[in-house]
């Protein structure tokens, strides 16, 4: 079964978005696979703590996330 696991930062999606994410990588699947895989992908779109995760050894949080995007 195709799988894909999206983690984003709790807060910075909005239903319509996650929307997006599941039917864009179910998309890319069949692309892929052909139609068999569609009704077995499953997509996750995890929602991680703000702060609970990092990059280059510093913490990100949602607030660091998007005052990077406005740079």
Known sequence: MPFANFKVPAGSLDAQQKELLVTRATELYVEVYGERARAATMVLVEEVA???????????TLAKLRESAQD
């Open 50 to 60: 703000d702060g609970g995760w990092g990059i280059g050894g510093g913490v990100l």
